[in-house]
């Protein structure tokens, strides 16, 4: 119908009915602030089998700095799961050692003989998924098979499906299945197939006591560890660790492996090559080798440096890419 001149709208105008617009209205949506991201925690994991060497210093050298490096913490954890090969006394030592030469650590030290509990709960978890299996083999039987990549036994696959007749268990393994691929922070990309350069792999052993492999993934989860920095004669281990952390839920951390110091011979420091222990009286001079080692290069004004000055200098100096790509190396002489 045609609006006849001089005629009022009866139309409402277009703000008729609307509050009117505030800055509010015009301002633009804010968009999600994503989450921040985890700290970094890092941690030093000895077993008390004797006094710390100087491989030992270069590892906790290398994992401490790295923490600082990120303003993180740094865990210490006290690996007496085996406690056959365990030394009376050797835990109180190491405690002591790190303490001469400088290292602080965050929170409480934990013991890995306190934390059965865990253990046993990741294994049923394992066993309830099928994920585990009972194997009965003797190391008597499997002293034939091939040679895994970290020179163990590869696991043959005997009970995998069951144990035979008249057959009990003795110890439990994981189901070795899958591919994994990470990235070394110091030996670069690594890929590893579980079922080919593996095997299924001890979780629990004969003698009842847990391994290794469970009990390091188990404590890094509980305690946060977003980053391992460790000696690379543990390189061979990781890809079982990742595959863990997956089986039981958990975010594996990140890796780098530093070169593991080696003697005359070319065996790596240890008790069982009778390396030396650390002098908790002259830390200055191991601790710049331990960075020279690390291709960190100290400036020769710090060879009359008190260890305090050391750490500060290299505190202000790590770089976790000028450690050397290679997995083994002479310690100094």
Not at 42 to 64: E, I, M, N, Q, Y
Not at 102 to 131: I, M
Not at 193 to 216: N, S, T
Not at 276 to 304: I, K, V, Y
Request: with cysteine; proline share 9%; glycine share 8%.
């Amino acid at each position: 119908m045609r609006r006849q001149p001089g005629a009022r709208s009866t139309r409402a105008p277009p703000s008729a009915g609307r509050l009117p617009m505030t800055a509010a209205d015009t301002a633009p949506v804010p968009r999600p602030v994503p989450p921040a991201p985890a700290r970094y925690v890092g941690r030093f994991a000895p077993s008390p089998t004797g006094p710390l060497h100087f491989g030992s210093l270069v590892a906790a050298a290398a994992s401490w700095l790295e923490a600082q490096a990120h303003d993180g913490r740094w865990l210490l954890r006290i690996e007496d799961v085996d406690a056959p090969r365990c030394v009376p006394g050797a835990a109180a030592d190491i405690l002591a050692t790190l303490d001469r030469f400088g290292f602080r650590w965050d929170g409480e030290v934990v013991y890995q003989s306190t934390r059965t509990a865990a253990y046993e709960a990741a294994l049923e978890h394992l066993r309830s998924s099928e994920h585990a299996f009972p194997c009965g083999c003797t190391r008597a039987e499997l002293a034939a098979a091939p040679l895994a990549r970290d020179g163990s036994r590869r696991y043959p696959g005997t009970c995998r499906n069951g144990l035979a007749p008249g057959r009990g268990a003795r110890a439990w393994r994981v189901r070795a299945e899958g591919v994994v691929r990470f990235e070394d922070g110091v030996q670069g990309w690594q890929e590893e197939d579980l079922a080919r350069d593996c095997g299924d792999y001890v979780v629990r052993r004969a003698d009842g006591l847990f391994a290794y492999q469970l009990a390091v993934v188990v404590d890094d989860a509980a305690a946060g560890v977003t980053h391992v920095v460790r000696g690379a004669d543990l390189l061979d281990s990781t890809a079982r660790q990742i595959h863990l952390h997956r089986l039981l839920g958990s975010a594996a951390p990140a890796h780098a492996h530093v070169p593991v110091a080696t003697n005359a011979a070319g065996e790596k420091l240890s008790k069982q090559t009778h390396a030396l222990a650390l002098d908790p009286a002259a830390p200055a001079p191991a601790l710049l080798a331990a960075l020279a080692f690390l291709g960190q290069n100290p400036p020769p004004e710090l060879a009359r440096a008190t260890p305090a000055e050391v750490w500060a200098w290299a505190r202000m100096h790590w770089h976790l890419a000028g450690v050397p790509r290679q997995r083994h190396a002479p310690a100094p002489a």
